[in-house]
């Protein structure tokens, strides 16, 4: 069955640094998602894309985030300085439509930590 | 503004027992309800959805606009039901790609 599947499993990174988590959705899908999920809380929704671009985006998705999908399989969320604050599980999901009730299918997860 | 409650972290039950686990929600327009679970170190996936009235795993949730409710109930428990539970919505906004999740409720079974 095909999976999203999400590298690294788990990132360590200092402060300022820059990161960018990688995703690998499932091949006939063309709705990608980020989630994100700090400990003890909810999945917060951060940002979506379709056709090479951002639909929809939360509040928590400032000018720090981006997204790309550089070649057509990978979709990458990088944060430019990261903080305190951005330490949490981050999770990439796939669908095939935007079609209310569509199934989205989610990666397993990268937990980011921000020393 | 949309929003998912889950009144409950922890739910715990013995084996063959009932189980409902609550999820209200708030949202304006006409939602589109999930259930989500989390088996432990598995990925997030999806339980079962109001639009197909299925039953999944013995599991089977109503959605009540009166009462604003979806709540995800299951006659006999099972060990293997042991899990993160996830209620989510998704707005009709034309974006119905978004998903809002409650805060999840550990269902606990034991024999």
């Known amino acids: 069955e095909p999976e999203v599947t999400q590298t690294p499993s788990h990132q360590v990174t200092q402060m300022g640094q820059e990161v960018i988590l990688r995703c690998v959705p499932i091949s006939n899908h063309l709705y990608f998602y980020w989630y994100r999920q700090i400990l003890g809380q909810k999945v917060e929704f951060l940002v979506s894309?379709?056709?090479?671009?951002?639909?929809?985006k939360s509040e928590i998705f400032d000018d720090q985030f981006s997204v790309e999908r550089p070649d057509g399989s990978n979709f990458t969320l990088k944060i430019r300085s990261t903080k305190l604050e951005d330490s949490a599980m981050y999770f990439c999901?796939?669908?095939?439509?935007?079609?209310?009730?569509?199934?989205?299918?989610f990666g397993q997860g990268t937990r980011l930590t921000v020393v | 503004a949309q929003r998912v409650t889950q009144p409950e972290k922890l739910l715990s039950v013995f084996k063959g027992a009932p189980v409902e686990l609550k999820c209200n929600y708030s949202y304006s327009g006409s939602p589109e309800l999930f259930w989500y679970v989390q088996y432990s170190r598995q990925r997030l996936q999806l339980l079962l959805r109001h639009i197909s009235r299925e039953s999944i795993k013995g599991f089977t949730a109503d959605l009540n606009k009166g009462e604003t409710s979806f709540h995800l109930k299951k006659p006999f428990a099972q060990e293997e039901d042991s899990a993160m539970y996830y209620c989510a919505l998704s707005g009709y906004t034309g974006t119905a790609s978004k998903l809002t999740f409650g805060t999840g409720t550990r269902l606990q079974v034991t024999l």
């Open positions: 894309f379709y056709n090479n671009e951002i639909s929809e």
């Open positions: 999901a796939s669908s095939r439509s935007r079609r209310v009730g569509t199934e989205a299918f």
